[in-house]
């Protein structure tokens, strides 16, 4: 029903920025809510960022300050703006289509991005 295709990872270093997209299918994107994951290796899957077809927004403490999640409903995209990485925001990012329910559980979003790297270095 719906397909994300992500884009935007890399390697930088640490202090760098990095923006993120997501390419959502679907005539219906304006209204739903969309989430940001990452998983480390050996790591859950967590919570980064959510936004609704409001543009109301919701971060994880860790990434609250340095990411922005944003959106462009005429594209059918949604944006992720990492700013001042830190390598512990090495991981591979995941954007996703919320279902309903609590924002932050993975299992509360329906369909998944293949998922890009972020590696940043010291």
């Known amino acids: 029903q719906v397909q994300l295709v992500e884009s935007g990872g890399g390697l930088v270093q640490a202090g760098d920025s990095l923006r993120l997209s997501c390419a959502a299918s679907?005539?219906?994107?304006?209204?739903?809510?969309m989430g940001w994951f990452r998983q480390a290796p050996g790591k859950e899957r967590e919570f980064v960022a959510a936004?609704?077809?409001?543009?109301?927004?919701w971060y994880a403490d860790s990434v609250k300050g340095r990411f922005t999640i944003s959106r462009d409903n005429a594209a059918n995209t949604v944006y992720l703006r990492m700013n001042t990485l830190k390598t512990e925001d090495t991981a591979v990012y995941y954007c996703?289509?919320?279902?309903?329910?609590?924002?932050?559980?993975?299992?509360?979003?329906?369909?998944w991005s293949q998922g890009t790297q972020v590696t940043v270095s010291s």
């Open positions: 996703a289509v919320h279902r309903g329910g609590p924002i932050y559980p993975k299992l509360q979003y329906s369909y």
């Open positions: 679907g005539r219906t994107f304006s209204t739903i809510t």
């Open positions: 936004i609704t077809g409001g543009e109301n927004t």
